[in-house]
């Protein structure tokens, strides 16, 4: 307890905002996104495969988009203006949602709203990379990621609340979801500054031969580990479908995911701490072993406690791996390339995002709920071989 409260106060204030940015990004998003299954599937006709494909296709888009995005701030040197731009960009989409009449126009607000989400992400992992000292490095990211997951249950809280004061007016609350989304771009305009000093004294070209021949091999191993969770673990909406399934009031479903984040957000700092100081690859281990029992809980939960339980366990997961996963690739990357870095590792994570998502819709509609988590209990074997075969080493 006592190196957790000195990481707090050694923290860099920037590190501070940028976690409250995400918290309140994560409130505008996660008001929409913890409805939006159900207001496709109920209110504009839309099947399970279609939700399914459309959440993988966005959330691929966001981190694929990450690496276009990384490699521009390595090269111009500047994070905070391409983070900014991905911020902004996803507060001006979200009346998007509120205006929507078809799947059509759903797909278009989500594409838009993650392309934002893209920008923003490589160039705010490194920003958060750079300021943080290395010793700090693991806290820094679980802090950030802790923050961002706060936001990601304040959002479904409120979503329930207003669902149940504006009798269950999907639009309405898309509309209230704009304030916070405004309110973070503001927030990170004027309360983030980028080091002062140029992490280099000339623009260099990241893609070149030489310079991608730079990331190294435990970097590789850190893409491919990560690559295999995002196929383990399918988009989130299947677990507000799960929900719905087992009985919950379509009034009450964000509470799933407030459920899951309340978990998410009160481990990720410490298992962040944690990761400062003990193997990486034993937490990741953890994880895949804790993710495998929230699969085979989930598969068989019919009722609120063993939903509840499934959700415990997919939160402690992402407590543990998430900002490990991103710490490890500052870890195993040259300071200059991180943005690059960070592409790369998202651009592969997107692709599987996009297969894992599209399959998991396909196998809940032809062969129901329960197979779809064990589809996904078993992508986590093969990360467990990886993480029992990776080496890897710190770079910086």
């Known amino acids: 307890m006592y190196l957790l409260k000195q990481n707090l106060t050694q923290m860099p204030k920037s590190i501070w905002i940028l976690g409250f940015v995400s918290l309140l990004m994560d409130i505008s998003s996660e008001m929409i996104h913890s409805l939006l299954p159900l207001f496709m599937v109920t209110t504009l006709g839309t099947s ?19 690496i276009f995005s990384g490699v521009l701030s390595d090269y111009i040197g500047q994070r905070k203006k391409l983070a900014l731009l991905g911020y ?30 893209g920008i ?22 679980g802090l950030r990621q802790s923050l961002d997951t706060v936001g990601a249950f304040l959002g479904p809280l409120l979503a329930v609340g207003l669902m149940l004061l504006l ?3 999907f639009r309405a609350v898309f509309w209230v979801a704009v304030i916070p989304g405004f309110l973070a771009v503001l927030l990170f305009c004027v309360g983030i500054k980028e080091p002062s000093k140029p992490l280099t004294s000339h623009r260099i070209n990241p893609l070149t031969k030489t310079n991608l021949q730079r990331l190294s091999a435990s970097y590789w191993w850190v893409v491919t580990i990560g690559a295999l969770f995002m196929l383990a673990r399918f988009s989130e909406a299947f677990l507000v479908l799960k929900g ?17 984040n309340i978990i998410y957000a009160a481990t990720a700092y410490p298992f962040g701490q944690l990761s400062d ?11 895949i072993i804790i993710l495998i029992s929230a699969d085979i809980v989930l598969a068989n939960s019919h009722d609120w406690i063993s939903l509840l339980v ?12 998430q900002g490990l996963l991103a710490a490890q690739v500052a870890a195993t990357s040259p300071a200059d390339l991180r943005g690059t870095a960070y592409g790369f590792f998202n651009l ?34 093969f990360a467990l071989i990886a993480i029992l075969i990776a080496k890897i080493n710190k770079q910086s």
């Open 310 to 321: 499934g959700l415990s366990l997919w939160g402690i997961h992402m407590g543990i791996t």
């Open 48 to 66: 399970v495969s279609a939700v399914g494909l459309i959440e993988g296709l966005a959330e691929a888009t966001a981190l694929i988009v990450k």
């Open 167 to 169: 009798s269950n007016d």
């Open 277 to 287: 100081r003990v193997s990486p690859n034993k937490l990741l281990i953890l994880g």
């Open 348 to 381: 592969m994570s997107g692709i599987a995002l996009l297969i894992a998502s599209g399959l998991a819709g396909y196998i809940w509609d032809q062969c129901g709920s329960a197979s779809t988590f064990y589809t996904g209990a078993l992508f986590c074997l």
């Open 88 to 117: 902004a960009l996803g507060a001006f989409t979200k009346p998007l949602f509120a205006i929507a009449s078809n799947t059509g126009l759903i797909l278009s607000a989500r594409m838009i709203d993650r392309v934002g989400k």
């Open 244 to 260: 719905q399934q087992a009985g919950i009031p379509i009034a009450l479903t964000p509470l799933i995911m407030v459920a899951m």
């Open 120 to 141: 923003r992400g490589a160039p705010r992992d490194a920003l958060v990379a750079d300021i943080a000292p290395a010793h700090l490095r693991g806290s820094a990211f």
